[in-house]
């Protein structure tokens, strides 16, 4: 929890990323001890590896400096964090009252096999499989023409 909340406040992106990443390992550990292996692995290999990769990549590719810090700085003041704040608090009540209405008890949950995971995202899900990349694809393609230094010619302050 410590590491989410650093990823939350830390003005650095790279450290933040970094935090993250102890975090996105803490929720893979809380699905091995919640007796699913399969996914804790899908957590490490998929989010803590490959994605975390990707954001570094992309924060490497903007070149943000000390411009970036000290906006992050003024997006850290209290008043921003009234609204999230608030939110947090109603999600927070909400599975609160979840937990004690069920008795902390999953109904309905079954083990699932590697397998019908890929038969299933590869099959009646494909279509989301396929938007959600094509969504990450264009996120990254706007990242590098953000981060691009202008070429001689060009205008700077093009829009």
């Known amino acids: 929890m410590v590491s989410t909340i650093r990823v939350i406040t830390h003005v650095n992106p790279i450290h933040a990323l970094l935090y993250f990443v102890i975090s996105l390992f803490s929720v893979a550990l809380i699905f091995y001890i919640l007796n699913a292996p399969y996914v804790a692995a899908l957590e490490i290999i998929l989010y803590a590896g490959a994605i975390m990769v990707l954001f570094i990549f992309v924060i490497m590719l903007l070149n943000l400096g000390l411009d970036a810090v ?38 309905g949950a079954q083990e699932v096999s590697p397998k019908e995971v890929g038969l299933s995202l590869f099959g009646p899900y494909i279509l989301g499989v396929e938007v959600a990349s094509m969504l990450l694809m264009t996120g990254l393609i706007g990242a590098y023409h953000l981060g691009r230094p202008s070429r001689r010619g060009e205008r700077e302050d093009q829009s």
Not at 71 to 93: A, D, H, K, S, V
């Open 70 to 107: 000290e906006e992050e700085r003024q997006r850290l003041r209290f008043r921003m964090w009234r609204g999230p704040g608030l939110l947090t608090l109603i999600l927070i009540i909400e599975i609160a009252w979840l937990v004690l209405r069920n008795g902390g008890a999953m109904s």
